[in-house]
């Protein structure tokens, strides 16, 4: 059986309390209180009541103020209050209204106005308690689902780069690598005012799930040059070098295909089309020069570069991070775009950290350590 809604009487006179209790009893559970503090602790209680009926003059407190204090209070401000009050005065009512309460009955009272006024109070708190459960169900199911799609997307985009990282076996946690490079160097720059209107929370969320489709174009680089353990040739290289427009042609007709912009997509076009440019202007594939490279792709250069110094390859050897730090020190302002360097070199211990946590093998892992411990005086 359901059980009644409870209606809270805050009146100080026992004949008003015994009349009201007289109508609404077959319906609901009445509850008296006789002054303003006793109505307000029963109203903050463990179960508070679903309406109050609030006489205007209370002795002990104005009912203006009571209500004000129920309103101001977030255990009872959603409590529908219908004021009662013996005369009719619309100044009084414009106050009471402006106030929070949803309705007047004027004493003494009518049986039928006050059933009608109370039924239409509840039953308008009902709905509105309806579509606020509804919509924050419907904000909670949002949230779920842009957390679920996110995830799809990230495991979309690591798998689609990983295919492209397989035909190449000596890359292997390059990518985990990567993405986190470049989200601890887009971190450090936020906080420069040349870096922070495009490096926003959500902006480097973006960067970070975009890196790994940087060299997806090697998709299409054909096995004799991608796999080739020598130097390649010019004309070898001139074939690897269309990478970059590969992989942003690729990711261009996968956000074409959707028929609408996708923040992370852009970034990633951005990122596999200009993170072979360089700062002086002697990258590929535009030969960009300075600020026209974007900021995401002068992140991405560097990161890639310094995995590549640290990381074992088929035609070198895995050189260890301090002599991978000088190098790009050296190339600041040409390789490199200098504050880019500059935060690098700021948070160099990271990106270490970063290479050890995510070596490809113990084998490769071995000359970091080796260099720690030199390093540290511990050498064997």
Not at 81 to 102: N, R, V
Not at 178 to 188: D, G, P
Not at 350 to 355: C, D, G, L, R, V
């Amino acid at each position: 059986m359901r059980e009644k809604p409870t209606i809270l009487v805050i009146d100080n006179s026992p004949d008003s309390l015994a009349l009201i209790q007289a109508v609404l009893k077959d319906n609901y559970l009445v509850r008296g209180a006789s002054n303003s503090s006793e109505g307000l602790r029963m109203a903050s209680s463990d179960a508070p009541p679903d309406l109050i009926l609030l006489d205007v003059m209370l002795t002990d407190m104005d009912g203006h103020a009571v209500c004000r204090q129920l309103k101001a209070d977030t255990l009872t401000q959603s409590i529908p209050i219908l004021f009662l009050t013996t005369k009719s005065d619309q100044a009084e009512e414009e106050m009471g209204f402006e106030i929070g309460a949803g309705d007047y009955i004027t004493k003494p009272v009518s049986a039928p106005i006050l059933r009608n006024r109370v039924r239409n109070q509840l039953m308008l708190r009902s709905s509105i308690d309806f579509l606020h459960n509804h919509d924050a169900f419907l904000e909670t199911e949002v949230a779920n689902r842009t957390k679920a799609l996110t995830a799809i997307q990230n495991v979309t985009v690591l798998a689609l780069a990983s295919l492209a990282e397989t035909r190449d076996a000596d890359t292997g946690n390059h990518l985990r690598r990567t993405q986190r490079y470049v989200r601890a160097l887009a971190w450090k720059l936020s906080s420069q005012s040349r870096f922070s209107a495009f490096l926003t929370p959500a902006n480097v969320g973006l960067l970070f799930r975009s890196a790994p489709l940087h060299d997806i174009g090697k998709v299409g680089i054909p096995d004799r040059i991608l796999l080739k353990p020598g130097k390649l040739t010019p004309e070898e290289f001139e074939i690897m070098k269309t990478h970059t427009t590969l992989g942003r042609d690729a990711i261009a007709r996968a956000a074409d295909e959707l028929g609408e912009d996708v923040a992370f997509l852009t970034l990633a076009k951005e990122i596999a089309y200009s993170h072979q440019e360089k700062w002086d202007g002697s990258g590929y594939p535009q030969g960009l020069q300075g600020e026209q490279i974007p900021i995401s792709a002068r992140i991405m250069a560097l990161a890639d570069v310094y995995d590549a110094l640290i990381s074992r390859r088929v035609y070198k050897e895995p050189l260890p991070h301090a002599q991978a730090v000088h190098i790009i020190e050296q190339v600041s302002g040409r390789h490199f775009d200098p504050d880019v360097v500059q935060a690098f070199v700021a948070i160099q211990d990271t990106f270490e950290t970063i290479a050890l946590a995510f070596a490809d093998s113990y084998a490769d892992l071995q000359p970091k350590v080796d260099y720690l411990k030199i390093a540290q005086g511990n050498a064997p």
